[in-house]
């Protein structure tokens, strides 16, 4: 069972990385206090991972065969990508670095299911594109609905903070839904748990990760990209939240980074193209690239180790 630490780590370096996801709009508009969103970001994470999680993990199982050593390192290598990534303050997908480890171990003795490969990498492409739709349109749509329901100032914060903390909290439990898979959903494949226990200790993990260690990415998610009032940082968060429960009951785990930062985008174009930082959209850019290589990379050299090991111990006990 010491073998669950690499996916212990993994839950908890997507919950520190990818709560700002859910949370990171609205605690740097200035909405909500940090303390209070990832105290309602951890206990909703744990409640989707527990109720819907187990519909993303039968992919994972799909891109290839996996055994116990399989599972530890393609956990291993894909949470110390995340780790990474997180401490340098680039929200990157956890889907990208698991799939790219599990690429990375498995490439040296066969090749993995690139069917299924390519139905997740077309999700992840559609992820963001899907988000910018939603942030734009309910945008538009609903923002002149607002102004015209709320007419003082008061009535409209009222009405914006508690949009965001329903809002987020769906979102919450979305990210738990979808990306629990990200953590434990190897461990199923390699027979060591069964998918509802799978699913509770990887919202357990996620929700150590919400609690400890993401104010750095949280406040990059919603600051850097493009400047947010609150009802953009609620647009933001929905369009992120409806996004991951599409992919969620279709059964393919996606990018929450990607969902934010396409709704983001979708609202800073609806409001005012110029706003958007291309800087920070590029280098956020550039950490989805590296993600998967990273991983694919980690995981390549974790097996060959791996196998350098076994075949050691086999020479030397024959010698013996």
């Known amino acids: 069972m010491w073998r669950l630490i690499s996916g212990i780590f993994m ?17 740097s508009s200035g909405l909500i206090r940090y303390k209070t969103a990832v105290l309602l970001c951890s206990l909703f994470v744990i409640a989707g991972s527990v109720l819907e999680g187990e519909k993303c993990i039968k992919v994972l199982n799909d891109l290839s065969t996996y055994n116990i050593n399989a599972a530890f390192g393609i956990t291993l290598a894909a949470s110390i990508t995340m780790t990474i990534l997180t401490y340098l ?12 480890a599990v690429i990375g171990w498995s490439i040296i003795e066969k090749v993995p299911n690139f069917k299924v490969v390519y139905k997740v990498v077309l999700c992840w492409v559609l992820t963001p594109i899907c988000a910018v739709f939603i942030g734009w349109s309910f945008y538009k ?3 002149p609905l607002i102004k015209r329901l709320f007419k003082s100032l ?35 494949g390699a027979r060591l748990l069964s998918p509802k226990v799978a699913a509770l200790i990887g919202g357990l993990s996620i929700s150590l990760g919400v ?14 990209i493009v400047p947010l009032d609150s009802f953009s940082a609620a647009i933001s968060l929905f369009s992120e939240a409806a996004t991951l429960h599409i992919f ?9 980074s990607q969902a934010i930062v396409g709704g983001v985008i979708g609202v800073g174009v609806a409001k005012d193209i110029s706003t958007v930082d291309l ?29 350098w090991a076994s075949n050691s111990v086999f020479l030397y006990s024959c010698v013996n």
Not at 211 to 224: A, C
Not at 248 to 256: A, D, F, L, N
Not at 282 to 302: D, E, M, Q, R
């Open 11 to 27: 839950g908890w370096s997507l919950g520190a990385n990818d709560s700002a996801n859910v949370f990171g709009t609205a605690v």
């Open 279 to 307: 800087r920070v959209i590029t280098k956020i850019f550039l950490g989805w690239v590296s993600t998967p290589l990273t991983a694919a990379f980690l995981s390549f050299i974790g097996r060959y180790l791996e196998l």
């Open 248 to 256: 969620t009951q279709i059964g393919i785990p996606v990018s929450s």
């Open 89 to 100: 303050g680039l929200p990157a997908s956890t889907s990208q670095a698991l799939v790219g």
């Open 154 to 188: 008061i009535s409209q914060n009222r009405f914006f903070f508690w949009s965001v903390i329903i809002i987020g909290c769906y979102g919450s439990y979305t990210l738990g839904a979808n990306n629990v898979a990200n953590v434990t959903g190897v461990y199923v």
């Open 211 to 224: 609690l400890t260690y993401s104010k750095k990415v949280m406040f990059t998610v919603g600051k850097s």
């Open 141 to 143: 749509l609903l923002y």
